[in-house]
RNA sequence: GCGGAUAUGGUGUAAUUGGUAGCCACGUCAGACUUAGGAUCUGGUGCCGAAAGGCGUGGGGGUUCGAGUCCCUUUAUCCGCACCA
């Protein structure tokens, strides 16, 4: 009989529904394992063959972890908010809400085909009320807390009241915008909104007038994380710098703990050295510097104490707040333009022309503390505004920036480090001796720098400082498609909604098109009102959903809470999250930055969200072209369009061409040839078209479906060699405009969706980026094919009861190894390979002690064959029930094993010895050996390495 | 510029972690069978060579009895960060 998948797997995938077969929950007497995929963003394109790779491998674990006795939580849902949700439904002319309940309908139908084992009771979507409340109530949350920096952890807002009351912030140690001092006195006297401008100071989502990435073209701000080179992530569009009103939540409060809780988490690697990158860390000193004729004094930041004798000039960021009384009075109007040129600047140009060197001189002078020189100041763009403290002590003897710059003004450069010409460059050490130093002198930069933060701060001239890249992210969107932010303004204070008052509902509107003004779609929705004031107009980014829905699964309908404290202490955290590499520096930054607060406040188990991360790599598309000939409708295979090409001259060309029938060409001015030179660049004589990847099997071009595909193809006339029509191939994203798109329903339909699971995983390692290759699924589903037809030797189904052999025994339990060795270790591809291998060792074995165990096994990879199998062999419940096989070492002893026998390191024979025995054993064998004494040719060994169950080796 | 990763047949890949390089597939070649299917089965297939044999894991060098694996160097590709002081 068949291997009939279109009819088994539709009515496993309903009868698993049916029986609720994967449905979980809290269950003390079972240890708990939470498997969780990145949820999607469900987009108008579907799924193609790319998305369920992760899906797939993350399957397998559960199935895997469930059959070896853990109780595992599975679940999936919709990322739904979002600019690419909206962004889709503008292009469509429809309502996101509407554009999104089909196209999660469509992921649903697609991700079902495939037979995932996911909790589909605890689905969530986050555009749904129900769920963005706690979105809201986490935010409302973060508003009313601040950061301790004395204890590490968010707490309560209003536990500041009091000590405003009795010492003003005189000696808090909190996160804040801004640097603040006032005295209790003064807090005494402030009016309410001033009070409120105070505690917005220090709250951990808070509003702020700061500069922010703007995008006209999508009428909204933007994250760092979300604009890229300049450009927007989505869209590619300008993005600009500007300064605006804005939500933001203080992210960079917890920065220290985001980067050490790294160290301990099973992530790769490269994703947490991306996230060091991004926090971006660096240790230095604060110091403050003399400005002449002045009272004020200049701070800069440096990690580089070492160099200050090297420092010869100042530079400020043109948005520096002293330039509005530093210059000198000759030098006021050329700062000033200097100004407002920066300002007309784009990210995207700043960034661009970062080698041209620009700056102004301001006419002030700075005072080296430990030289007592004057430095000139200047201001230049190079010197960013948001990091450090705007100013920099230049070095241009070590700093190639400055180098540069101290070049093109004529400053003085003097070396400090020994080595290095700085003549012909800066010489940007990090270690050597210390030369024209003073009291730094002769020592090594390290000790040297140690030494200087002892002095600055004996002096008093600063302090050790720790500085972070990780800026504060900004929360709110000017755009319709995202949870309402829940703040109202009472007589302008914003002040947050009680949590009666949530979920704050989106409303439903007509018209949900940003403006190029940066005035929110719900600003023109009337009566967006709460008790009669007016509430925020602006919505959260897409990353705000994101945050903590991992926590929302674990208790997805409790009303009461985000999730209860005993499906929280139950579950805790994800113990495996797999999900790609692109969320390295959004989604997996303010997961955690979230996590940590909800943490903080007492509302999550754990710090850390994510224990072990598994990044699955991208598929990529594997196009197909084909050749045309000259413009013309023919169009020529693959080898005979090569052979052509590589004809060197006309006489040459025109043989190969008779060949195959085509029409000779007799001079230069035939066809679009327009010269000799531009014929022989094989610049006009093919041109390659992309064809439809569905259309080709195995690059042979099915020709009827071809004239068929396009009407300009219809007369379409062909070239062939061996009666085929072979494609060229390339690789390239999958996308619609390469046809190289492959939809996962087609493959299910024509291999079913435990071979296309399988081939898959078969692709090659599970972190790598690979193409999709449709050759090759051939290998996979005949192999589900040939295990089927294991079970019907007769031809109808039966097992036998029949003893296995030692041989396979030993098969089966080798496999058992190895598949769990693998499955453990994420190898995938291999653990399909054993079981290829397997199949081959076994031949046609119809045991039942071989087949039952090899089943069990095989289903979390292939779970609807293996099902079906299981319920044909007699058994009442599902082979999800039962416990994956163990192996037993008894049944894989080797009783012989092979040595290999090099003679001076060159393989010469093998000898089989019995394992176990000792060295001197093998030694003596080895010698024993006629093949030994051919290759010894009487000679004394000089020496014998034995490693006992690998080689031996015999150096003579 | 800084940081990270990768490089193995025609293709995807594997290699007991320093021990016979190329497992398992795809493709391809030869054969069997056949109601001609995109079926099934058997065998060959890294390169050069008639063979013996030689060469072979991006290039060069090193450590070692032995290197795809370790070290140095270099090239290419991919990714992240980037006037971050």
């Known amino acids: 009989m068949e291997y009939n998948f279109k009819e088994i797997e539709p009515r496993w995938q309903k009868e698993w529904s049916r029986r609720g077969t994967y449905r979980v929950g809290v269950d003390p007497d079972r240890p708990k394992y939470y498997i969780l995929d990145m949820f999607p963003y469900p987009s108008g394109a579907g799924l193609h063959v790319g998305h369920p790779l992760g899906y797939i491998a993350s399957d397998i674990c559960t199935r895997y972890k469930r059959m070896s006795g853990f109780n595992v939580l599975h679940p999936m849902g919709f990322d739904a908010f979002g600019l690419p949700a909206e962004q889709y439904a503008i292009q469509t002319g429809q309502h996101p809400a509407t554009t999104t309940a089909a196209n999660i309908a469509r992921y649903r139908e697609q991700l079902d085909k495939l037979g995932f084992s996911y909790d589909w009771d605890r689905c969530v979507e986050t555009c749904d009320p129900a769920y963005y409340k706690w979105t809201q109530w986490a935010f409302i949350r973060m508003f009313e807390s601040y950061y301790c920096r004395d204890c590490n952890q968010a707490r309560p807002i209003a536990e500041l009241l009091p000590v405003f009351e009795q010492q003003g912030n005189e000696g808090l140690n909190a996160a804040c915008t801004v640097e603040m001092g006032f005295t209790a006195a003064e807090w005494r006297a402030m009016s309410e909104a001033e009070r409120a401008d105070v505690l917005m100071n220090y709250r951990l989502a808070y509003r702020a007038s700061t500069m922010v990435n703007w995008c006209e073209a ?44 790294l160290d301990d988490l099973a992530w790769s690697e490269s994703l947490k050295e991306i996230q060091r990158n991004w926090i971006g860390k660096s240790t230095g000193a604060q110091m403050f510097f003399d400005i002449k004729g002045s009272d004020q004094k200049l701070e800069v930041f440096t990690t580089r104490p070492d160099t200050i004798y090297g420092v010869t000039f100042m530079v400020l960021a043109p948005e520096h707040d002293y330039l509005s009384w530093l210059p000198t009075a000759g030098q006021r109007d050329e700062v000033d333009a200097y100004i407002a040129a920066s300002k007309k600047r784009s990210e995207r140009e700043r960034v661009a022309d970062t080698r041209k060197v620009t700056g102004v001189f301001t006419g002030a002078y700075a005072v080296n503390p430990f030289t007592g020189d004057e430095i000139p100041i200047y201001i230049s763009d190079y010197v960013l505004a948001g990091y450090g403290t705007g100013a920099i002590m230049a070095v241009p003897g070590h700093d190639s920036r400055d180098w540069a710059f101290a070049r093109h003004f004529g400053l003085p450069i003097v070396p400090v480090v020994e080595g290095g010409n700085v003549e012909e460059a800066s010489y940007d050490a990090k270690e050597g001796r210390m030369i024209n130093s003073g009291i730094i002198d002769g020592l090594d930069v390290k000790e040297a720098i140690v030494r200087m933060f002892d ?37 302008g204070i914003p002040t947050a909604l009680p949590f009666s008052a949530l979920p704050l509902e989106l409303p439903k509107v007509s018209d949900f098109s940003p403006s190029r003004s940066g005035e929110p779609p719900l600003a023109r929705v009337a009566d967006w009102s709460y008790e009669g004031w007016p509430l925020e107009t602006s919505t959260m980014p897409g990353f705000a959903g994101s945050s903590a829905y991992y926590l929302r699964y674990m208790d997805p309908t409790n009303d009461g809470a985000l999730v209860s404290r005993e499906a929280d202490e139950y579950w805790r955290d994800v113990d495996l999250y797999v999900g790609g590499i692109e969320h390295a520096t959004g989604h997996l930054i303010y997961s955690r930055f979230w996590n940590k607060f909800l943490f903080d406040i007492g509302e999550a188990a754990e710090q850390e969200p994510f224990r072990k991360l598994v990044n699955q790599g991208m598929i990529q598309g594997r196009s197909n072209f084909v050749y045309r000939y000259l413009g013309l409708n023919v169009f020529v295979s693959l080898h005979i369009k090569e052979e052509i090409d590589a004809a060197g001259n006309f006489e040459e060309l025109n043989v190969v061409l008779r060949k195959y029938g085509l029409d000779p060409i007799r001079s230069i001015s035939d066809g679009p040839i327009t010269s000799v030179t531009s014929f022989f660049n094989r610049n006009s004589l093919f041109s390659s078209l992309h064809v439809d990847v569905n259309i080709v099997r195995n690059d042979v071009l099915d020709t009827d479906a071809f004239k068929k595909w396009r009407p300009e193809f ?243």
Not at 473 to 480: D, L, N, T, V
């Open 218 to 261: 999508l009428g909204t701000v933007l994250a760092n994380d979300e604009v890229k080179d300049g450009l927007s992530e989505r869209g590619g569009h300008p993005v600009e710098q500007r300064r605006m009103m804005q939500w933001l939540l203080r992210v960079s409060a917890y920065a220290e703990r985001l980067l050490g809780g």
């Open 455 to 491: 002095e600055v701060e004996a002096r008093g001239l600063g302090r050790r400082k720790v500085n972070y890249r990780l800026r504060d992210a900004i929360f709110s969107r000017q755009r319709y498609w995202g949870e309402p932010i829940p703040v109202y303004y009472k007589d």
């Open 714 to 956: 219809a007369d379409a006339e062909f070239v062939l060699e061996d009666g085929k029509y072979v494609c060229g191939w390339g690789i390239e994203k999958m996308s619609k405009s390469m046809y190289n798109v492959v939809n996962p329903d087609r493959i299910v339909a024509d291999y079913g969706a435990d071979t296309l699971r399988m081939y898959e995983m078969f692709l090659g390692p599970l972190e790598a980026s690979k193409p999709w290759d449709t050759n090759g699924i051939d290998g996979v589903h005949k192999f589900l094919r040939r295990f089927w037809r294991l079970f019907f030797a007769s031809g109808d189904f039966g097992v036998s009861d029949e003893s296995p052999t030692a041989a396979e025994f030993k098969t089966l339990h080798k496999t058992i190894k190895k598949v769990r060795e693998d499955i453990e270790n994420f190898s995938f591809n291999t653990s399909v390979a054993a079981f290829m291998i397997c199949l081959n060792e076994l031949g046609l074995c119809d045991k039942r002690q071989i087949l039952e165990p090899l089943t069990i096994l095989l289903a979390p990879f292939a779970p609807h064959i293996t099902e079906e199998l299981w319920s044909r062999m007699g058994h009442e419940g599902s082979i999800f029930d039962e416990r994956m096989p163990e192996y037993a070492p008894a049944h894989l002893v080797e009783s012989e094993f092979e040595y290999p026998v090099s003679v001076n390191g060159k393989l010469r024979f093998k000898k089989s010895l019995p394992l176990g025995i000792s060295v001197a054993e093998i030694e003596a064998a080895v010698l024993a050996d006629e093949n030994a004494g051919r290759w010894l040719e009487g000679r004394e060994p000089k020496k014998m390495i034995v490693v006992p169950g690998k080689i031996v080796n015999i150096v003579i």
